[in-house]
DNA sequence: TTGAAAGCGATACCAC
DNA sequence: GTGGTATCGCTTTCAA
């Protein structure tokens, strides 16, 4: 069905019918009605994507991310697809699983749906797709990764800072054995996460032991790289999850092993998802603004009118330590 | 950029370059590599909105769910997802917060991007709308609620047996004061999940006490539910939750005022959603076959060819208790 | 194997 | 106020 029908049985031409739909121009009070009557009887929806061709535009953003499972991606669009709905924008949103081969694919998705804006908040990254994204002439925020250019906004968190406050705190708690759990190590933010560790680590050197393991993002993941460490023979009094998601799963693990947190063993997460704080002991972690992104990515795509169309084209997080119950004093010994 | 500027360069003509792009007819090798190097060079991306429009198909499908944050949601998304990537097919989410209105704006959406199969999976509804999924012409699925008709198949969860075997256990265990913790009871499916419960426990009217309470989907919301029967005077033995995501909260609760799990107070949830082995102590639940869910909605909307073409307009499932360590022997008195 | 031209369902500009 | 029509970027006959 299409505006010819409707048009038709208003016995009005598509013109008018387009205009009383849109309300872009007067229409005689008279035939809208019947225009409106017609709609609702024949249960007229316009078609969207012709609309968009036709028009030119779309109000379509693009949001890609990387595991909608670990609630930081949840929060994230949530905050960027309700500032999209209170302005009339439809969000789509696509995941990646951190593979850059859906990166890939899901950008080009979106390239094709023509949206006017793209948000990637993701991890992995591939390239060419960088390279394609600077040269493109559509707003875009990248998060964690990514090339300057003028039509590119950044959104960094200073990852490091984070992981050096939790480090410190746990090394002043007395902790002198360390683990790390990440994911992904292949990609390069993920990887520099566990730089910032060892690195961080380094300054010990000599007083401190530390490694790290890697496992999938999730609970699932955070388990079994725990249960590595504890096979290993490598027994930390603390361990730092590069996530709060991860985290739930090393708690487990240690729970299951009998060793009890925080008096055996420290642990923290990253993030401050909401989780963090309905687990069981309450998860010492790092703060980062979920929800701030998603407004700041929006923000970024879509320039307000009140707003100074923005100046820096770059926004940098600060993240805070937030010390809860997963961590105290290091045991006398193991 | 489009296809003229792509065949301009190729010195060929459109209809070539969407031949080769699309496969759909022989072109001499020599020039199908020419408009290949071409659509490189350019980063050249076929507009999908076009695409579709002219063809007059869309390898869309919808889904709108009521509450991506609850795992429940996600878990079946991602089956769906997951099936029609594998078949090309793109997928467009809703959520809508358990809104009746934003179901139906959603709803609209969807038809308007001429989505060409949805599904439903909410507890909200509409009647005028769901009147309108009847009469279109469009495969839908629908979940937990609706009215029948050729084009729409419907899977239902017997919750009721769920929350029996879930009472018959805590029954059976000794427990004779129970509370049931739910959100939205003004949603027909929610409410009917709140009368199970009740019309299960008339069947030990006299010996047992019970009582139910709602708040808000989620953890917080259970905990703030607990909160009120802890409040209120009504010390319940066992809670039994409509779905993990809110247990969460009220094993918080519980926690924090003291009282232990299963010693003091049985709780269950509902679902058994992934993070419900990850909590302590792990969640007495009832299964849902979550991923099953989404696979059986993305049959019921692209008979695969193999398949018989969905005999059965309906899907049924049986949910299952699962006990973990929530759940134990009522305690001698409070 | 390739090109020309007729739609697809809207918007928007130009007349009347 | 209202109608006619070019146009958006593509797919799909129909000819050549």
Redesign the interface.
Known sequence: MNLEDVARRARVSISTVSRVLNNTAPVKNSTRARVLKVVKEL?Y?????????AGGK?RTLGLIVSN??N?FF?DV??AF?SDAHHQEY?V??A?TDYSPRRLVSSA??M????VVGLAVIVSEMDPSLMK?FA?LNLPIVLYDVGVPAKNIYKIRVNYEKGIRKAVEYLHSMGHRRMAFVGHHTGLAPLLDRKKSFLNTMKQYSGQVEFTPAADRDG??GG?SAMRHFLDSGFKPTAVICVNDFMA??V??EL?ESGLRVPEDVSVTGYDNI??S????PPLTTVNIPRAEIGHTAFQALVPSVEEHPSEGREFRINPELVIRETTGPAPRSR
Not at 45 to 53: D, E, V, Y
């Open positions: 249960r929806h316009p078609n969207l994507q012709a609309r968009s061709l779309s909608l499972e609630p949840l669009f949530r697809e439809e789509l949103v995941n080009q998705l390239m094709g749906r023509r394609e040269e609970p699932e388990q739930l799963g708690l487990k729970r909401r989780l704080e309905f687990v069981h």
